[in-house]
């Protein structure tokens, strides 16, 4: 299996956008929603212009797509990380992460939030050496919440 990260463009905002709808549709099917921006075609757009949303390869296939925030010199946050069903349970997650981690070699500190729900993001995060650091709840009268998770390089 190869794995390989791509820059994204603005080409691909319409694919990358179906891709994270698609990946995400069990997250709105338990929680009622999306991750914020998501389904908006100018948001994907926006992204794209930072320079850090990447496509995710599979054997020369797309299979989804991560976007990093460096926060700092030495911090950078995973804001979106998003693998379609056909490419999950094939070790692409962890190549992904490696690989992402070789772009901001600078990078000290990795930070992300997954829902609180989300087992199978916290096992996989947790066995990509990060730990759970804590939680927030983005709507006070909402049971929702997002944990935080840390890497430390």
């Known amino acids: 299996m190869v794995a390989k990260l791509e820059l994204a ?26 991750p914020p921006g998501v389904e908006d075609i100018d948001w994907h757009l926006a992204q794209i212009t930072t320079g850090h949303y990447y496509k995710i390869y599979y054997n020369d296939e797309l299979a989804g797509g991560i976007l ?34 070789q772009c901001y070699p600078m990078t000290k500190q990795w930070s992300l939030v997954t829902p609180y729900k989300s087992y199978r993001n916290h096992h996989f995060y947790e066995k990509q050496g990060y730990v759970k650091v804590g939680e927030l709840q983005p709507e006070p009268n909402d049971e929702f919440r997002l944990f935080q998770y840390e890497k430390c390089c």
């Not at 994270?20 to 069990?26: D, Q, W």
């Not at 946050?77 to 992460?97: A, H, M, N, P, R």
């Open 9 to 34: 463009n603005v080409a691909d905002a319409l694919v990358l956008k179906a891709l994270c709808m698609e990946a995400f549709t069990p997250d709105f099917e338990q929680y009622g929603g999306f």
């Open 68 to 101: 990093t925030v460096p926060t700092t010199d030495v911090e950078t946050e995973i804001k979106l990380f998003y693998i379609t069903g056909d490419f999950q349970d094939k070790q692409l997650g962890s190549k992904v992460i490696a690989l992402i981690e």
